[in-house]
């Protein structure tokens, strides 16, 4: 098993400029998470998606889309990247959601110049 | 807005040396979870917990429902063990069904 994969591992982007992380993975969780991680900062939740065709905001949802098409990947979408997205985006699945433990992704460095 | 403190923020010590890392919160939560990113960034979690202690290898971690508090401890500490530790708790009450994160401490044990 892969767990959870996500591509790709680095980008940067000019200002403006569209892009769509993947998440997939194969432990057939239902539920899947986007997490941005910025210094000096903890983890915080973009959205999140409770089972195939659901997707919901988290606490800084703003700038970002999702899509959940199929229960194995999860989608994060940026329409017009700003500089203040420069982050680490991390996915994230679960079985049973927050009653259960938390598998990550490794993880994308993303720099929008 | 809820928020989770972690301390300390920084914990340098010798290898063999006992580590506690505190956890406080300010609301109920219905679940409480520890979570290890190592210097190359990956994160992996280590323990839930709703009520009193889970013990995994040299790694134990209890909380305090009253208090607010969780603690997780790091028995015969190992270089190995350098990583940041990240305490998150799920909030009662309903809302997005994610976690609330602290900060983070980061470990660093000495040989």
């Known amino acids: 098993n892969a767990g959870v994969t996500q591509t790709p591992k680095f980008r940067v982007l000019k200002t403006g400029q569209s892009m769509t992380l993947l998440c997939a993975q194969d432990?057939?969780?239902?539920?899947m998470y986007w997490y941005r991680q910025d210094p000096g900062m903890g983890l915080r939740l973009i959205h999140y998606?409770?089972?195939?065709?659901?997707?919901a905001k988290g606490e800084v949802p703003d700038g970002y889309n999702v899509s959940r098409l199929k229960k194995q990947n999860f989608l994060l979408g940026l329409e017009s990247a700003a500089p203040s997205q420069t982050s680490v985006y991390f996915c994230?699945?679960?079985?049973?959601?927050?009653?259960?433990?938390?598998?990550f992704g490794p993880g994308t460095r993303l720099t929008v110049l | 807005k809820n928020e989770v403190e972690q301390s300390p923020q920084n914990l340098t010590a010798q290898e063999g040396e006992f580590i506690t890392i505190n956890c406080s919160y300010s609301?109920?939560?219905?679940?409480l979870h520890w979570l290890q990113q190592h210097p190359g960034g990956g994160i992996v979690s280590l323990f839930m917990?709703?009520?009193g202690k889970k013990k995994h290898g040299r790694l134990i971690a209890t909380i305090n429902i009253q208090e607010k508090h969780s603690s997780l401890h790091i028995t015969a500490s190992h270089p190995r063990d350098s990583a940041v530790y990240i305490c998150?708790?799920?909030?009662?009450?309903?809302?997005?069904?994610?976690?609330?994160f602290g900060k983070g401490t980061h470990l660093i044990i000495q040989p």
């Open positions: 998150a708790v799920r909030y009662s009450g309903g809302g997005a069904d994610g976690l609330t």
């Open positions: 432990m057939n969780h239902e539920y």
């Open positions: 609301v109920g939560i219905s679940a």
């Open positions: 994230a699945s679960s079985p049973q959601g927050i009653a259960s433990g938390q598998f």
């Open positions: 998606s409770v089972g195939e065709g659901t997707t």
């Open positions: 917990l709703s009520s």
